[in-house]
């Protein structure tokens, strides 16, 4: 059985090589799969796709593509689904911390009937900041999206052909994979795996890139709105019953003095979400004005081992 490896590269010239190497190594142990690679160079700053392209040549079964600027790790893996011909498709990062020896689990585990696997860490190795922002999006992401609530979601992941042939029929310019796999399935399995230390440079999620991922999942969820909904009504039913209390109360004693200052703190806090619900919808438009004008989810610059009549056929 084929099994098609898709990883993202972005200035990854001293790791990628090596994640390449291990992943054959893991295959050439079993002879039920073989393998292929989809590598798709993200806009690197480095040498990136000068590795990629040596890696097509020494290997026919690894595939490059490289994008015409940053869009971006789930929009680059969308590019590299388009094309992928195995059976599984297998999801990693570039960076060594998604390490090969892991990948035996995933297959292992997809024997067991799952549409798709997401690996879990035992110990997540990151900074301390980053796992704090981590589990702060988590918390919002399980409460946002509609998922099956044990199953937790990760950049490690394992899904059939049939997922795959759902999820790239998406084309807003957008992209969260990850839930584009919860809208297609919900037969879905953790496994436990080793997180293993970065072995060059540094994580390419920034803050400004993670809130940009983060916000991207309002292609695929209303309960933002929902909850102004149901907040906003909840303030104007306290407001008016605020207002009733303050006016018998003057009735009743005339003497009692307005309060400026509460009455300010009222108002910022009304106003400051007022124009944080308004902050919400603004994005919502602003992204369907995107997907109308047909911002390009990605577009390939240049391929290497990849065949003249499939590219063709993708891009029709």
């Given at each position: 059985?084929?099994?098609?490896?898709?990883?993202?590269?972005?200035?990854?010239?001293?790791?990628?090589?090596?994640?390449?190497?291990?992943?054959?190594k893991?295959?050439?142990?079993?002879?039920?799969?073989?393998?292929?690679?989809?590598?798709?160079?993200?806009?690197?700053r480095?040498?990136?796709?000068?590795?990629?392209?040596?890696?097509?040549?020494?290997?026919?079964?690894?595939?490059?593509?490289?994008?015409?600027?940053?869009?971006?790790?789930?929009?680059?893996i969308?590019?590299?689904?388009?094309?992928?011909?195995?059976?599984?498709?297998?999801?990693?990062?570039?960076?060594m911390?998604?390490?090969?020896?892991?990948?035996?689990?995933?297959?292992?585990?997809?024997?067991?009937?799952?549409?798709?696997?997401?690996g879990?860490?035992?110990?997540?190795?990151?900074?301390?900041?980053?796992?704090?922002?981590?589990a702060?999006?988590?918390?919002?992401?399980?409460?946002?999206?509609?998922?099956?609530?044990h199953?937790?979601?990760?950049?490690?992941?394992?899904?059939?052909?049939?997922?795959?042939?759902?999820?790239v029929?998406?084309?807003?310019?957008?992209?969260?994979?990850?839930?584009?796999?919860?809208?297609?399935?919900?037969?879905?399995?953790?496994?436990?795996?080793?997180?293993?230390?970065?072995?060059?440079?540094?994580?390419?999620?920034?803050?400004?890139?993670?809130?940009?991922?983060?916000?991207?999942?309002?292609?695929?969820?209303?309960?933002?709105?929902?909850?102004?909904?149901?907040?906003?009504?909840?303030?104007?039913?306290?407001?008016?019953?605020?207002?009733?209390?303050?006016?018998?109360?003057?009735?009743?004693?005339p003497?009692?003095?307005?309060?400026?200052?509460?009455?300010?703190?009222?108002?910022?806090?009304?106003?400051?979400?007022?124009?944080?619900?308004?902050?919400?919808?603004?994005?919502?438009i602003?992204k369907?004005?995107?997907?109308?004008?047909?911002?390009?989810?990605?577009v390939?610059?240049?391929?290497?081992?990849?065949?003249?009549?499939?590219?063709?056929?993708?891009?029709d």
């Open positions: 059985m084929l099994v098609s490896i898709v990883i993202p590269c972005y200035n990854s010239e001293q790791t990628i090589g090596k994640v390449v190497e291990l992943s054959v893991e295959f050439e142990k079993t002879k039920d799969y073989e393998c292929e690679f989809v590598l798709v160079n993200d806009f690197s480095d040498g990136t796709w000068k590795v990629i392209e040596e890696l097509a040549a020494r290997y026919p079964n690894v595939k490059g593509i490289t994008l015409a600027k940053n869009f971006g790790q789930h929009n680059a969308m590019a590299g689904l388009q094309y992928t011909e195995g059976e599984f498709i297998l999801g990693m990062d570039d960076d911390q998604n390490h090969p020896s892991q990948i035996p689990l995933f297959l292992e585990k997809m024997q067991e009937g799952y549409d798709i696997v997401f879990v860490f035992k110990q997540r190795k990151f900074s301390v900041i980053k796992n704090i922002t981590g702060v999006s988590r918390f919002l992401l399980w409460h946002l999206l509609e998922r099956p609530k199953i937790q979601m990760s950049s490690f992941w394992c899904c059939r052909r049939y997922v795959r042939d759902e999820v029929k998406y084309d807003g310019y957008n992209t969260f994979l990850q839930v584009l796999f919860f809208r297609t399935t919900h037969n879905i399995a953790n496994i436990e795996i080793e997180h293993y230390a970065r072995e060059a440079g540094q994580s390419n999620y920034n803050f400004r890139r993670g809130l940009k991922l983060f916000m991207s999942c309002l292609n695929f969820t209303v309960i933002p709105l929902r909850a102004a909904t149901l907040l906003g009504t909840l303030f104007s039913g306290a407001g008016f019953i605020g207002a009733l209390v303050v006016l018998i109360r003057k009735l009743i004693n003497a009692i003095a307005i309060g400026w200052s509460s009455l300010m703190c009222a108002m910022l806090v009304f106003f400051g979400f007022s124009f944080l619900m308004l902050g919400i919808i603004g994005e919502y602003g369907l004005i995107l997907n109308i004008n047909k911002t390009p989810q990605y390939i610059r240049q391929t290497a081992n990849l065949d003249k009549e499939k590219k063709e056929e993708t891009n």
